[in-house]
């Protein structure tokens, strides 16, 4: 079907100049920003309404980890000036309220197509346009597609036998029904404890009769210490948002506070006791940034590792619960940390059981309830908090060809491959904002599409100024691109951690450490010297029977990388966590 409407393409105009997959975060925003360049736009989203991942993730207890005043578009100042965050940590429905402000404000809905699911998206040589079908039966050229697809977007649920038996309500965290869902009276059972289940746990805890978790990993959790902002403190506030987002600009995550420079291993035990009870009682991930080497040493590592564990034994009343609840195995801080309300303090309830699924692992799901080795837990409802087919899963879904008719599959087969996180070898005019290979999911991601979606309109632009059609990745650059982003990976405790990162979560999932950990400040530098070498790495072009790359707008490959930052990345205290 792809095919066959690619090879319509023709010689005519594209219907539009982009298409626009998603209308979360990086939709929104890459719709206004392509608008305000003159383009014509149009956005599918298979949602009913704006908001991607905070459409879906409708959960008791969802909420952004990132405080709000960090999580929240730089880029119109009016925008951050007139919209007052009520929270430290923003909750869904607040977030949701905050995206369909600003689609309202910028009136970006007259050109999103809801309900609408893109199923594929095919490259035709001859015009250099994009042919972009839906599940409903549109078909729109384009001359850029640009994936605003997010990360976490396709939930996983697993296969356990017997799970169409079950006679009770089941649901998934990143597929919450609109509507909520009334637990009261219930005997509940939540399997997974990664970041969503660890927000839900206490909240379902609290509104159902009995809850069992099924853990199979424990992960590291750090409390929020959330808080209301008050108003006259966020108005003293704004006057220096400006400085505020700079600083988040050049910072290895993204975020307004950074890491500290000293090392674990060489502050005296009592100082680094102090520094960890200072950042555990601030809340929230600020944890991480404690001491440079965290993340690229296993003993600096184990400090902190010890410190958590401490809290943990002093918070949870049974010591066997909280035996099982410490995690072991890996490092802290190498699957994503978890930041929460009440999640330790739960398992105080005398309503709430934990079974760990790795002594005694899932057999069944049955028409009662849940089998485990070791028994059957009765349950009236289960919540998989199971996860996502992490940062390819969206991608992947839609029949994406490239030249030659070549399938994203195909040439993804062993794992992704991009340059710069954004682009991809033979997809010309294929943009994926946050993209694996770029800073994504290890850091503020809003912040990363800001800089992504800039990049890339700034990229069409000058397609535009120098009467050019497409720009295309070479492979060269993208190999480059890929040793690097592994490189500097391999120099972190990240890869030990069988995570999402590592789509270690997915049976079969090749396993390739997905998001880019050099930080996003020396990221974003170079992207900037990319786009202002004229765009190093790229094949830039006319679309017509010939072709081929222009040569003179078109630099031959220089490195991208000079050895001298190649050196300075390298030294990859840069993984922020
Ligand atoms: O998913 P996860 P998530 N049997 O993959 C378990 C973002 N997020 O939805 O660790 C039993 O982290 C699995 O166990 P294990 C954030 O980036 C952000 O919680 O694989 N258990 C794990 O415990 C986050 O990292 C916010 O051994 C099974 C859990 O399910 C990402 O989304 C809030 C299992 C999955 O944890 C994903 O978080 C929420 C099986 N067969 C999420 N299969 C913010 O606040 C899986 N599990 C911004």
Redesign the pocket.
């Known amino acids: 079907m792809g095919h066959d409407a690619a090879n319509q393409a023709g010689d005519s105009p594209p219907d539009v100049d982009a298409v626009v997959v998603g209308a979360g975060f990086a939709g929104l925003y890459a719709l206004h920003r392509l608008r305000g360049l003159g383009l014509s736009v149009r956005v599918f989203e298979r949602g009913e309404d704006v908001g991607g991942?905070w459409y879906w993730?409708r959960y008791p207890g969802?909420?952004?980890?990132?405080e709000s005043l960090d999580?929240s578009f730089s880029f119109s100042d009016e925008l951050q000036q007139e919209w007052s965050w009520s929270e430290r940590?923003a909750t869904q429905p607040e977030i949701l309220r905050y995206l369909n402000h600003v689609a309202d404000r910028f009136g970006l809905r007259s050109d999103i197509t809801f309900g609408t699911r893109v199923v594929s998206a095919v490259y035709h040589e001859p015009s250099a346009q994009w042919v972009i079908e839906t599940d409903r039966g549109h078909r729109v050229t384009a001359r850029h597609a640009i994936m605003a697809v997010g990360?976490?977007s396709v939930?996983?649920v697993?296969?356990?036998p017997g799970l169409d038996l079950f006679l009770g309500q089941t649901y998934h965290?990143?597929d919450w029904p609109t509507d909520g869902v009334d637990f009261t009276g219930l005997r509940v059972g939540v399997?997974?404890?990664?970041?969503?289940?660890?927000?839900a746990i206490p909240m379902i805890a609290r509104q159902a009769a009995h809850l069992t978790v099924?853990?199979?990993?424990p992960?590291y959790t750090i409390p929020a210490q959330h808080h209301r902002l008050d108003p006259d403190w966020l108005a003293a506030f704004k006057q220096h948002y400006a400085d505020y987002r700079r600083r988040m600009r050049v910072s290895r995550g993204g975020l307004s506070r950074d890491y500290s420079e000293r090392r674990a291993l060489e502050t005296p035990p009592p100082q680094r006791h102090n520094t960890y009870e200072a950042r555990w009682n601030f809340g929230g991930a600020e944890i991480l940034g404690s001491f440079a080497d965290l993340l690229t040493d296993e003993r600096a590592n184990s400090t902190v590792a010890e410190f958590v564990a401490g809290k943990i034994r002093e918070i949870v009343h049974d010591p066997e619960v909280a035996g099982r609840l410490i995690p072991h195995g890996y490092p802290f801080g190498a699957?994503?940390l978890?930041?929460d309300t009440d999640y330790y303090e739960t398992y105080n309830r005398a309503n709430v059981a934990l079974v760990d699924?790795?002594a005694t692992?899932?057999e069944a799901v049955t028409p009662a309830g849940i089998r485990t080795s070791a028994g059957e837990h009765e349950l009236d409802a289960i919540v998989?908090?199971?996860?996502?087919d992490?940062m390819t899963g969206a991608l992947l879904a839609m029949d994406v060809r490239g030249r030659g008719g070549l399938p994203l599959t195909q040439a993804w087969e062993a794992g992704p491959q991009t340059y710069l996180g954004v682009c991809v070898a033979g997809f010309p005019n294929l943009f994926i904002i946050t993209g694996p290979g770029s800073p994504s999911?290890l850091s503020n991601v809003v912040l990363s599409i800001e800089q992504h979606v800039e990049w890339v309109s700034d990229l069409i632009e000058y397609l535009r100024k120098h009467d050019l059609d497409w720009a295309e990745a070479r492979r060269e650059a993208q190999h480059e691109w890929v040793a690097h982003v592994n490189d500097v990976a391999s120099r972190t405790l990240f890869p030990v951690g069988?995570?999402?990162y590592l789509g270690?979560?997915v049976p079969g999932k090749p396993r390739v450490f997905m998001p880019y950990i050099g930080g996003v400040g020396r990221y974003r530098a170079i992207c900037d010297r990319v786009a202002a070498g004229g765009y190093t790495g790229f094949d830039l072009g006319h679309a017509g029977p010939e072709e081929a790359p222009v040569p003179d707008a078109a630099p031959v490959l220089q490195p991208v990388l000079h050895a001298t930052d190649a050196a300075a990345l390298a030294d990859a205290e840069g993984a922020w966590g």
């Open positions: 991942t993730n969802a909420r952004c980890d990132v999580y940590y990360n976490l939930g996983r697993p296969d356990f965290t990143g399997i997974g404890t990664g970041s969503s289940g660890i927000q099924f853990q199979r990993t992960h699957k994503r978890c930041v699924v790795t692992p899932i998989f908090a199971t996860g996502f992490a999911v069988n995570s999402w270690a979560n």
